[in-house]
């Protein structure tokens, strides 16, 4: 089959590998439909993330049809038109059973390595890295999926692969980060990042109950879409205090809650000192991470900062004073996607949200490393750019 495969930082290209076979009986293979690129996969791209081998397969957002099962997945069957979430989970740990679906405990080979290299270990994730486990990802002809039992769900066949693809990660990832502020009638909530998973948290926050949404980010067409088709108040942070400014739109009180939606990537830092920050070395005592900062000095005494911009290793110079004495609540980490499945599924067939809006470009397969190109330039007017294999 062909399959996007990643050959060191900034280097992808579309080559022939073997088609992914049953390896055991909670698996299915997936012909993919559609696929798309995240700004997660910009940190593989970009170097971030260790433990990349060349030939890797990328891809963690994807949907498509059944087409082998294996003889223990006895809810899915050859031809069902399936969402894939993209944590791997076994559904039955301790953590699964908690809905703690993106740190089960069974679906890693590699939790023990990455404990003992970086002090942490997650649920594996499809296409991102030997840290997650080293599955081979979505952006593909064919995936294998583990635990399809529990993963995939069932899509209806009204509803286009567009409309759908973003339960696997980014609609859910958005809600979840919202769910997290615990919104309250009349709150303002902040959004750093207009991405496609700020416009989509930007929706959430709204779905949620927030009565004001103030959204940040300096990409013109992004603080566009976040304006008319999020309805949020933008503030383009170039040339513009953001504390200040968010001070201003609150009478001086401070967004009810501050949600970062950036994450590491997006703060310019150089690729060598990204890679030794994946080395836990902290010399990265800049002025970064803007974002994460920003948050915790604007957000209102007693508010919330929800993280969902992926970091990893140390971040310096976090002003934790201010964190303690404001008494702010810290919500984040990956989403656990398998919880948010069927509601937001719901929220889709109930015609109170259509995700497919943040989609500016679709490319074939063998198109992807324009795609990544564009997506990470934000060129071409690129918000979010989904493929079909
Ligand atoms: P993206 O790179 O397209 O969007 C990031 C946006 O942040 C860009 O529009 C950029 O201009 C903006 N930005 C950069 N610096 C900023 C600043 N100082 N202030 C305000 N805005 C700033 O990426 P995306 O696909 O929208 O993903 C966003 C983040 O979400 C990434 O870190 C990604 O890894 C993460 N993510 C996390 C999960 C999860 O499970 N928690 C899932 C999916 C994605
Ligand atoms: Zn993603």
């Known amino acids: 089959m062909r399959a996007l495969c990643w050959n060191g930082p900034h280097k992808v290209r579309v080559e022939n590998v073997p088609d992914p076979k049953i390896l055991n009986p909670r698996d299915a293979i997936v012909k993919i439909t559609t696929t798309a690129i995240c700004g997660s996969d910009l940190h593989l791209y970009d170097g971030y993330i260790p433990t990349m081998e060349k030939g890797d397969i990328l891809g963690h957002e994807f949907m498509g049809e059944i087409v082998e099962v294996g003889n223990g997945v006895e809810n899915l069957k050859k031809g069902d038109r399936v969402v894939v979430p993209f944590p791997i989970a076994c559904g039955r740990c301790f953590f699964c059973s908690q809905q703690l679906w993106s740190l089960c405990d069974n679906s890693n080979p590699n939790a023990a390595l990455a404990e003992a290299m970086y002090g942490y270990s997650a649920a594996g994730i499809f296409g991102y890295s030997h840290l997650f486990g080293g599955y081979a990802g979505g952006q593909a002809e064919y995936a294998r999926v583990p635990f399809a039992d529990v993963g995939p769900i069932k899509i209806p066949d009204q509803l286009k692969d567009e409309q759908v693809l973003f339960l696997s990660d980014i609609f859910a990832t958005g809600y979840m980060a919202a769910e997290n502020c615990n919104i309250q009638p009349g709150d303002t909530i902040a959004v750093w990042g207009c991405g496609p998973v700020g416009q989509l948290t ?188």
Do not use: W
């Open 202 to 389: 930007i929706r959430s926050a709204y779905l949620l109950g927030a009565a004001r949404v103030i959204a940040i980010d300096r990409v013109p067409e992004r603080l566009r879409m976040a304006s008319e088709q999020g309805h949020a108040e933008v503030i383009d942070y170039e040339g513009t205090d953001v504390i200040e400014a968010l001070k201003q739109m609150t009478g001086g009180r401070g967004p009810d809650a501050c949600i970062d939606a950036v994450g590491l990537e997006a703060h310019g830092d150089t690729l060598d000192a990204a890679i030794d920050m994946t080395k836990q070395k902290t010399h990265l005592s800049t002025d970064r991470p803007h974002v994460l900062r920003e948050a915790i000095q604007a957000c209102r005494k007693g508010g919330t900062v929800s993280i969902l911009g992926v970091y990893g290793g140390f971040l310096d110079k976090i002003p934790f004073g201010a964190a303690f004495n404001k008494g702010l609540t810290f919500k984040m980490g990956q989403t656990h996607v398998q919880k948010y499945l069927q509601p937001l599924l719901e929220r889709i067939e109930h015609g109170e949200i259509d995700p497919s809006f943040i989609i500016t470009h679709t490319l074939r397969l063998d198109e992807a490393p324009h795609g990544y190109e564009i997506f990470k330039h934000k060129e071409d007017g690129c918000i979010k750019v989904v493929l079909k294999p």
